[in-house]
């Protein structure tokens, strides 16, 4: 098995990532996401020939705008959240931690964000030992929210309020008491921080 020093980072684009990540993140969605950055992980093919894609990144602008206000007050714009991160199955230990690591890299090199904000879902048995093991600040835990279960699909509850024509559908269909839909609270999740810059850090914790 190769190393995974050996592995390469390429900044990426969203339709090149897309269908990856719908196969091995486990919401199997990219719907929704305000993209910003994607990443991709490589090997060297079989026999030597074409790379092979092993993983997949997208960091996207926050949904809500009240994680960006907390935790870059300063520059609220200058907030990224890491929304999806998978790589396949047989990958050596340690491969999540260098992807995100390399990306971070990336980031603060040739972008003028400053802050990166994730989260791990314990509903899915995450706790954020990749975050941990590159240097994020665990923030504790998010409040329960609403969850919107439609058709057996997962949405955040801002499709209860959105205007588009699919949330505006959804909406009319509770109204009418579709027993497709169903709406309950979630499990908190693990808040992750990561400062690209330092000095925001040292201010912070």
């Keep these: 098995m190769s190393k995974v020093v050996d592995y390469k980072v390429e900044l990426s684009e969203y339709k090149v990532v897309k269908s990856f990540i719908k196969k091995w993140h486990y919401s199997h969605k990219t719907h ?6 994607c990443f991709a992980l490589f090997r060297e093919g079989k026999f030597g020939f074409d790379k092979e894609m092993i993983g997949a990144m997208i960091y996207a602008l926050p949904a809500m705008p009240k994680p960006a206000q907390k935790y870059c007050p300063k520059n609220p714009d200058k907030l990224l959240e890491l929304v999806r991160l998978c790589c396949i199955d047989d990958t050596p230990t340690n491969t999540e931690s260098y992807f995100i690591g ?3 890299r990336w980031l603060k090199k040739h972008t003028d964000y400053k802050v990166v904000i994730s989260y791990a879902d314990p509903h899915f048995n995450h706790s954020g030992v990749i975050y941990k093991a590159t240097n994020f600040i665990h ?8 969850l919107v279960l439609v058709d057996g699909e997962r949405f955040h509850e801002r499709i209860l309020t959105d205007s588009h024509d699919s949330a505006l559908r959804v909406q009319k269909r509770i109204k009418e008491n579709d027993y497709g839909i169903d709406i309950f609270n979630t499990e908190p999740k693990h808040i992750y921080v990561y400062y690209l810059d330092k000095k925001l850090k040292r201010k912070n914790v």
């Design 102 to 104: 390399n990306s971070l």
């Design 139 to 146: 923030y504790g835990m998010t409040g329960s929210k609403r």
């Design 32 to 37: 929704g996401l305000k993209v910003k950055y």
